[in-house]
């Protein structure tokens, strides 16, 4: 006897089906876990990211029937509780930040740019950036780092921070003007500081 093909496509099936069969939740832990890991191992380093991952999954799942079902993808969704997760260890993220600037690491290690639709792309940061990041609000660092290293939308990091589209714009737009003001010290490379520069003429175009 052949097996009952499967119903789910989009995560907003994965879910509705897992409200009458749990087990198909793990479809959704399947497709988005390396995701959600990744992410919060930049902030909070890999020992860390497993406790992240394993409770936004654990609290996702026992929150799933008050999804939104119109939405097809989960993953916005799933950013958003990491986040709430990681900000809650938010002294734990300051203090490896302010560690990379100590011992003069490199915290990912790629420079900042801007993408001409005005989507902030961290491809990686110098170790003078691992400070600025330390020194910004939380919430900000939140939008920053959602749209940079998670690479979701405007429209995606609000639904994952319920906050308005124009809050995310303004926080982003303050945490740019201080990461801005740290690559002004002087104390970056060119090729980090030409990018800001590139970032700041796509932002004002954006």
């Given at each position: 006897m052949n097996s009952p093909p499967e119903r789910h496509t989009?995560?907003?099936?994965?879910?509705?089906?897992?409200?009458?069969?749990?087990?198909?939740?793990?479809?959704?832990?399947r497709r988005h876990a390396a995701d959600i890991h990744r992410y919060a191992a930049r902030r909070l380093g890999d020992?860390?990211?497993?406790?992240?991952?394993?409770?936004?999954?654990?609290?996702?799942?026992?929150?799933?029937?008050?999804?939104?079902?119109?939405?097809?993808?989960?993953?916005?969704?799933?950013?958003?509780?990491?986040?709430?997760?990681?900000?809650?260890?938010?002294?734990?993220?300051?203090?490896?930040?302010?560690?990379?600037?100590?011992?003069?690491?490199?915290?990912?290690?790629?420079?900042?740019?801007?993408?001409?639709?005005?989507?902030?792309t961290a491809e990686s940061t110098h170790r003078l950036f691992a400070g600025a990041l330390a020194a910004l609000p939380a919430r900000d660092r939140h939008v920053l780092l959602l749209v940079?290293?998670?690479?979701?939308?405007?429209?995606?990091?609000?639904?994952?921070?319920?906050?308005?589209?124009?809050t995310v714009r303004s926080r982003l737009n303050r945490a740019r003007r201080k990461l801005r003001a740290a690559a002004g010290a002087g104390a970056l490379p060119d090729p980090a500081r030409n990018n800001l520069s590139h970032a700041q003429e796509a932002t004002s175009h954006g």
């Open positions: 989009g995560d907003a099936s994965v879910i509705a089906e897992s409200l009458e069969n749990p087990d198909v939740f793990g479809e959704l832990f020992t860390s990211a497993d406790d992240i991952t394993a409770e936004t999954f654990l609290i996702a799942f026992r929150k799933r029937a008050g999804y939104d079902l119109a939405r097809p993808s989960a993953l916005p969704w799933l950013y958003g509780i990491a986040a709430n997760r990681i900000g809650e260890q938010r002294r734990s993220e300051v203090r490896r930040l302010r560690a990379m600037v100590r011992s003069d690491l490199q915290a990912n290690a790629e420079p900042w740019t801007d993408r001409a639709d005005s989507r902030v940079a290293w998670a690479d979701l939308t405007y429209p995606e990091v609000a639904e994952a921070l319920s906050i308005p589209v124009g």
